[in-house]
Nanobody, 121 residues
Framework: QVQLVESGGGLVQAGGSLRLSCAAS????????MGWYRQAPGKQRELVAA???????NYTDSVKGRFTISRDNAKNTVYLQMNSLKPEDTAVYYC???????????????WGQGTQVTVSS
């Protein structure tokens, strides 16, 4: 079993910045991909950014140039630096990790508990 602990959400004014963190712990053989999704009220959950084991990153168009995803492999932690925040970025942000279990070497997808990001205008 893998546990994800998120931190860093909060309330910020438009144009401000926040940094989200998500640390994975447990019996992990390897982490294949880490990413962040978000879900605004009344909307479907969407991928915000992802980073795979080789370091390749992917962003949804609406955050390109404003958000940066990074990871610390030694700490099994993924970060999302969010700059120039807009009210439309308001959502619950969920960490997502695809990892190979150290128990049975199967690959699983894990979700964090979610952290609220609110951007006021």
């Amino acid at each position: 079993q893998v546990q994800l602990v998120e931190s860093g959400g909060g309330l910020v004014q438009a144009g401000g910045s926040l940094r989200l963190s998500c640390a994975a712990s447990g019996i992990i053989f390897s982490i294949n991909a880490m990413g962040w999704y978000r879900q605004a009220p009344g909307k479907q959950r969407e991928l915000v950014a992802a980073i795979i084991s080789g370091g390749t990153t992917n962003y949804t168009d609406s955050v390109k140039g404003r958000f940066t995803i990074s990871r610390d492999n030694a700490k099994n932690t993924v970060y999302l630096q969010m700059n120039s925040l807009k009210p439309e970025d308001t959502a619950v942000y969920y960490c997502n990790v695809v990892a190979t279990s150290g128990f049975n070497f199967n690959m699983y997808r894990y979700w964090g508990q979610g952290t609220q990001v609110t951007v006021s205008s």
